[in-house]
């Protein structure tokens, strides 16, 4: 139904998402720092529903746009391309902020960590992106079941944001204290992330086999 390599594409992607410095990250890191493990473990609820939410919104209406425009494939496979690199730039650019310098966030009650949460994850650009122009790149027509593919692949990516919005969430004060330390440490992350979002958008943006299959 779904090719390997489409599952480890998306994976890989939703991997660089996750590790590169977002709305999610900066919320869940500040959340836990300031207000504990479990504000932050609620909060990522939240973001848990956000993510329910585009991929429902994915696999209803995807499928019909690109039976309706195949044309819609290219362009959403170019802008996809285009934010990956965005993102990478993002990574290394001078001066960029660590997100583990955390925001001072007044204490909330459980009910407000979680509408954060939600609230945080659908209005981050990146993640509105990665469904609207990123998990389509990953879906084969040819294969059938668009629909199947995209909740498939939407899983995938879900699975990994979680295990890697957990792992942060849990070791943020850690990492914090690690980081400020080693600030070595963060260039190399950043570094790393952006070789593989930079790798991407270049596959990406050079793959037009799919999008040939799109078309009637």
């Known amino acids: 139904m779904v090719s390997t390599a489409s599952v480890i594409g998306i994976a890989l992607v939703a991997l660089g998402m996750v590790l590169t410095p977002g709305p999610n990250m900066i919320y869940l890191v500040s959340r836990s720092i300031t207000q504990g493990v479990r504000a932050g473990l609620v909060s990522l609820l939240g973001v848990a529903t956000g993510f329910a939410c585009y991929l429902a919104a994915a696999v209803v209406g995807l499928t019909a746009v690109f039976t309706l425009v195949p044309a819609l494939y290219t ?3 170019l802008a996809g391309a285009a934010y990956l690199l965005y993102l990478a730039w ?9 997100p583990f310098e955390p925001e001072p966030l007044p204490p909330d009650g459980p009910w407000r960590l979680y509408t954060m949460g939600l609230v945080t994850n659908l209005l981050n650009p990146k993640i509105a992106v990665l469904y609207v122009s990123l998990l389509p790149q990953f879906v084969d027509p040819e294969r059938g ?3 199947l593919q995209n909740l498939i692949l939407g899983g995938t990516q879900i699975t990994v944001a979680m295990i890697g919005n957990t792992l942060i969430t849990l070791t943020a004060g850690s990492l914090a204290v690690f980081l ?13 992330m952006a070789t593989v979002l930079g790798g991407l958008a270049v596959k990406m943006a050079a793959d037009r086999s799919r999008a040939a299959a799109v078309t009637p």
């Not at 993002?90 to 660590?98: L, M, N, V, Y």
């Not at 600030?183 to 190399?188: E, I, K, S, T, Y």
């Open 145 to 147: 079941h668009i629909a």
């Open 90 to 98: 993002q990574a290394i650019r001078p001066g960029g902020r660590s």
């Open 180 to 192: 400020a330390r080693r600030p070595a440490w963060m260039r190399v992350q950043r570094a790393f």
């Open 75 to 77: 362009v959403l496979k």
